[in-house]
């Protein structure tokens, strides 16, 4: 039972890119152009991309605080 809500719980703290997509109101495109520019960090499981809660949250803070170059 314990093992279950931990596996709960890390389901909800990754994100698919379409999710990232979606949240940031962005199109799909512009995530893949974040992480391969290294501002959001992603990994790949297979072939499909994930993206944890803690790197959105890093992501968010730098792109309010305008800490990215054009």
Same mark, same amino acid.
């Given at each position: 039972m314990k093992e279950q809500k931990v596996n709960e =719980?890390? =389901?909800t703290d990754l994100y698919k890119i379409n999710e990232v997509a979606e949240y940031l109101r962005v199109s @799909? @495109? !512009?995530?893949y152009t974040y992480i391969k520019q290294g501002k959001l960090q992603g990994f790949q499981i297979g072939v499909e991309w994930r993206? !944890? =809660?803690d790197n959105l949250e890093k992501f968010m803070e730098k792109l309010i605080k305008g800490d990215f170059k054009k």
């Open positions: =719980k890390q =389901k @799909r @495109r !512009t995530v993206v !944890t =809660k």
